[in-house]
């Protein structure tokens, strides 16, 4: 399988603000890698770094397979390349067919100007200039100009802001379709649902270090806890005192408590209280690993390990 | 992947952008016609149309040019639209040269409606090599403004350049002798005449009709291509800059 991007030790800083602090990363041909970060973590320099619009101050970065030095990357390796930016916009005043005929002419072996279209969904809006498209459809739009050279690398930053749920749904069925035919996806999201849906690989990115990688099950994994819900009679002070409870919170009736051993806590509970109702126990959810990645900077030592 | 296609489609669609544009259209077309109108046509004396026809075809062709780039590419810089084309395989030159063409479009429309008012309304009568050789001389003049507008939209907030760009080709129409003669302005402001593109380029078309001041060809074609030159390295310089901004 081809290794469709490398980039080690990467550092990057603005008038003494460090912004990319010594990443790594790898990525496959067919793969997802999902870039997680609060806002300022690094997410955009990091895609604008690798895609040449700012230098890095150190590191490597390899694009399919070839390593990449300053701000140049050349045009063949640009036809190799998709990109949907966040701040991204086209001419108010050119319609949806002419910025699709614009953007195919760029491509040697890319889809033409009508297959653009259908790729987008907009086949009902050929004729509509940019500029009066709905939010969800320019991202659309841009979605399919960033596929227009069939490219084997994707970086998508920010891809469904914007787009209510069904397109929202559309275009990670397209990144999936995508991954199938073996392209590799950098994908930033602050949607945890979208990245535990598409993604193969994570990175949480925070202040400007990766402080975790792996699969959205590893990441999971990494809180080694689990959560169990219910309703109980119990008091806040008695449920801490179960077996393996580590924390416990209480929105009205709903108890939350997070256990390292859910088995033993509920048993417990279950002996303690013949009444408790709506018990449910559940894996961590990815929003909650992502979280405590972000908010436990010491956590970092443990997840890199 | 077809270059020549890239280059014809990038200036195509530029062309037809800005011509879908009226609030950039009307005041590129309109304003150097009707100052020709009222100035050249209604208030002609002693062969000021002839003069103005000159002068006023160097204003006409910078306005497009200078806004064209200034306000497009600043405002493709804010959007996202110039990092999304500088990502793509498109070349950088096709996206300059489509702007330029679309510049020396508006160009040729100002020389056309100015040289058919003045023919048909001002009675201006010149050689057919004159009409020819003025038209190409203001054709060619075009580079310079558009180079400053290249700048200007390289480095200024799409907000703050059409502001700027008025800040600019304003006055460097009136201090270039482009409303009235520069041997109207006080004197400062005649010598002060020399630094701008503008006066050079209107000696240069004053001579083809025998209006000029007077100095020789040489120097104010020298002028034109030490200011093209340097305003070309300066809008070099600022390109570089935008891969070295922070994104």
């Known amino acids: 399988m081809m290794r469709a991007l490398t980039v080690n030790n990467l550092h990057k800083a603005y008038a003494g603000t460090t912004v990319l602090a010594g990443v790594d990363l790898t990525l496959d041909a067919g793969e997802v890698l999902c870039v997680l970060g609060p806002n300022g973590a690094g997410k955009t320099t990091l895609i604008s770094t690798l895609l040449g619009l700012v230098s890095a101050d150190s590191g490597e970065i390899h694009l399919l397979g070839k390593p990449q030095l300053g701000t140049r990357r050349s045009q063949a390796l640009r036809q190799q390349l998709g990109v949907m930016m966040q701040i991204g916009s086209l001419s108010a005043n050119l319609s949806v067919y002419e910025q699709c005929d614009l953007f195919s002419s760029y491509y040697a072996q890319g889809y033409s100007a009508a297959e653009l279209v259908a790729l987008a969904g907009l086949e009902a809006q050929t004729k509509q200039r940019f500029g009066r498209l709905s939010g969800g459809q320019k991202q659309r739009l841009l979605f399919a100009l960033a596929l227009a050279g069939k490219p084997q690398l994707v970086f998508l930053d920010e891809p469904t802001l914007g787009m209510d749920v069904e397109a929202r749904q559309a275009l990670w069925q397209q990144v999936k379709q995508l991954r199938q035919q073996g392209v590799a996806v950098v994908l930033t999201t602050h949607y945890l649902e979208e990245a535990e849906q598409l993604a193969d690989s994570i990175a949480v990115l925070h202040q400007g270090e990766i402080v975790a990688k792996g699969s959205p099950s590893e990441l999971k994994a990494l809180m080694q806890y689990k959560v169990v819900r219910c309703c109980s009679r119990l008091t806040d002070a008695e449920l801490a005192l179960l077996p393996a409870v580590l924390q416990v919170s209480r929105e009205q009736q709903l108890i939350t408590l997070h256990s390292r051993h859910a088995e033993q806590t509920v048993l417990a509970l279950l002996q303690i209280d013949q009444w408790v109702t709506d018990l449910e126990v559940r894996p961590v959810a990815l929003e909650q690993a992502f979280l405590h990645l972000t908010q436990n900077p010491t956590l970092h030592q443990e997840c890199a390990a | ?247």
């Open chain 2, 1 to 247: 992947m077809n270059t020549a296609l890239i280059y014809r489609k990038e200036a195509w669609y530029d062309l037809i952008s800005i011509w879908r544009t009226p609030g950039f259209v009307i005041p590129s077309l309109v304003f150097p016609i009707v100052f020709y109108l009222f100035f050249g046509v209604m208030f002609n004396r002693g062969g000021a149309s002839v003069y103005m026809l000159v002068t006023y075809g160097c204003f006409g062709i910078m306005g497009p040019a200078m806004f064209n780039f200034a306000m497009n590419i600043a405002s493709d810089r804010a959007h996202g639209w110039l990092t999304l084309k500088r990502l793509s395989p498109m070349p950088v030159p096709a996206y300059l040269l489509a702007k330029f063409i679309t510049a020396l479009m508006f160009s040729l429309v100002i020389i056309g409606l100015l040289f058919t008012l003045a023919a048909l309304f001002a009675g201006v009568r010149l050689a057919a090599s004159q009409w020819v050789l003025l038209a190409g001389i203001l054709l060619l003049g075009t580079l310079p403004f558009a180079l400053i507008g290249l700048i200007l939209g390289l480095t200024l907030s799409d907000k703050a350049a059409p502001a700027v760009v008025n800040l600019v080709y304003l006055p460097m129409a009136l201090l270039s002798g482009l409303w009235l003669p520069v041997n109207m302005l006080p004197a400062l402001l005649q010598q002060a005449s020399w630094i701008w593109p503008s006066y050079h380029l209107s000696q240069v078309g004053l001579k083809v009709i025998g209006m000029d001041q007077g100095y020789a060809l040489w120097i104010h074609l020298s002028a034109l291509t030490f200011s093209s030159l340097l305003l070309a390295m300066i809008a070099y310089w600022a390109f570089q800059r935008l891969g070295a901004a922070k994104a």
